[in-house]
């Protein structure tokens, strides 16, 4: 995709997209519901007509404004969304065969049960759609979709129904197929954990724009903006003043040497970069960092901590540790920190924000300040 813009009645929902996906590569397109995703799958589809840009395939220009609209039955892409859509009066196998008719019934046969050993499914081939769950109808729809060997695979949120074990296991076995077969992959999801796991790349939308691309450790760990930051889960948020390079907070100093000297600054933490050490002194009356409340979530514990600073700053932060770790209430704690899991932004305005706040105004005050950086 080069230069895609894209909108309905006058209001435009994409904005100058670029973007690739390599043969064998999983790329997901992550966002907010609202952001454009799912848009632009279907302008990649062919089901919406492109309104401005280009768009090739396999080298193959497919739609350009005005000159050019290759039909999706033309396009050699595989389509696979939320609602499996499979036909309710063919079996589990002919649903899979259904786009190779061009093909000798044996060979068609061959390569539908193929897939749905790869997806734990052949047994069920001779069932038909409403016998089977949830889950299994989604892999089903994912094998007809790879069946005819596209080399563009289109999915739309395809597990999003589905309850968390289960989506998780479903998740996996399609990675694995999708690897298999080596067709490109395109992924629309809102659920970070589920790019994260998925994808060889993600690109990160919001109002109609990419963000941000990267592998899934470029977006967590080298965010280019506060929105980025955020969008991966919670985060500690704190105001500073600039001074020498640094700004202090009320767990340790972060360096701002980027920054200029007397400006404020706004420090984002995640949970997991505080590093908490139990004291053997009582907090007593409270004049150091002490635990709130802890509880336990299964692969890790959540903190609830009054850090204090050297200097009298105090916050209300979280803290995430790994397994089991619940001090009691008022436990006195040491504090230091992992600096790769904190990132320094210039202050958006004074005060301490919530961790979910106005992303959208923090986005557009960001981006003022980086004018012509």
């Known amino acids: 995709m080069h230069d895609v813009h894209h909108a309905y009645d006058n209001i435009e929902v994409v904005s100058g997209v670029d973007l690739t996906v390599a043969p064998g590569e999983v790329v997901c397109l992550l966002g907010p519901s609202g952001c454009g995703k799912t848009t632009l799958l279907r302008i990649a589809a062919g089901l919406e007509a492109l309104q401005h840009g280009s768009l090739a395939l396999e080298g193959q220009q497919v739609a350009a404004p005005g000159r050019r609209h290759l039909p999706p039955e033309r396009r050699n892409v595989g389509l696979a969304f939320q609602d499996s859509a499979l036909f309710p009066h063919l079996s589990v196998l002919d649903n899979v065969t259904f786009g190779l008719r061009q093909l000798p019934t ?84 809102h659920d970070p954990e589920e790019a994260m796991f998925m994808a060889d790349r993600i690109a990160l939308m919001r109002d109609g724009r990419i963000v941000q691309t990267g592998t899934p450790w470029e977006l967590y760990c080298t965010p280019c903006e506060p929105f980025v930051v955020s969008f991966f889960g919670e985060v500690n948020e704190l105001q500073g003043e600039v001074r020498e390079g640094k700004v202090a907070t009320p767990v340790g100093q972060v360096d701002a040497s980027w920054l200029p000297e007397g400006s404020q600054a706004r420090v984002m933490i995640r949970p997991e970069a505080l590093i908490i050490q139990e004291r053997k002194d009582d907090a007593g009356d409270h004049q150091v960092s002490h635990v709130l409340m802890a509880k336990l979530l299964g692969r890790s514990s959540l903190l609830h901590i009054c850090a204090h600073g050297a200097s009298g700053q105090e916050s209300h932060m979280h803290a995430r540790v790994p397994g089991v770790f619940l001090p009691a209430t008022g436990q006195a704690v040491d504090i230091s920190l992992d600096l790769s899991q904190v990132f320094v932004f210039p202050s958006l305005g004074a005060g301490t924000r919530a961790a979910h706040g106005d992303t959208q105004q923090d986005h557009r005050e960001y981006a003022h300040s980086h004018d012509g950086q």
Do not use: C
């Open 106 to 189: 044996r060979d068609r046969q061959r390569r539908g049960m193929k897939l749905l050993e790869q997806l734990g499914m052949a047994d069920y081939a001779k069932v038909y759609p409403h016998m089977l769950s949830g889950g299994q109808q989604q892999r089903v729809a994912l094998a007809r979709a790879l069946a005819p060997g596209p080399g563009l695979m289109l999915l739309d949120e395809p597990f999003s129904s589905l309850d968390a074990r289960l989506r998780d296991q479903i998740r996996d076995d399609t990675l694995h197929v999708l690897k298999q077969v080596g067709a490109a992959t395109l992924l629309v999801t």
